[in-house]
């Protein structure tokens, strides 16, 4: 079951420029937007970002450490992998950037809670969030 998530959860990370509609971010947003509107706001990535969490909290202890966070690298580089070629890369960069441990590590103890982890949501959002407007749309994707 955690191995369905996790794959699930990586699929659902990932930020193709383009979906198969033609629509920047469309893919990105489908599966972060939580509530269906057709934006993601910051309920939205909060919740998606806890799903991420306990995707990669193979022990189930509270917190991602450095051993769960080689397998979370080791994803988030097979999807940058994936989508390399789709776009210019940068949408898929930032938001790899955003799950790092050096990221989230506010204590700096090499770890990182699940309290860490959401509390860095914001900035995470911000990284995603290229027109500063509150919330992620296709503005938020393709070239700049």
Known sequence: ??????????????????A???QP???????????????VSLDDITTRRGDVFAAFDADENGALDASEYVYFNEARANDMKAAAGRGNGKGLRRASEGMTLAFNDTNG?????????????????ALLDRNSDG???PADFGRP
């Open 1 to 18: 079951m955690k191995a369905t998530l996790t794959v699930l959860v990586l699929f659902a990370m990932s930020v193709p420029a383009l």
């Open 20 to 22: 198969q509609n033609g």
């Open 25 to 39: 971010g469309a893919h990105f947003i489908e599966n972060w937007d939580v509530d269906g509107d057709g934006i």
């Open 109 to 125: 103890d090499g770890e990182v809670s699940h309290a860490e982890f959401l509390s860095h949501t914001g900035d995470w959002m």
């Open 135 to 137: 919330s992620i749309t």
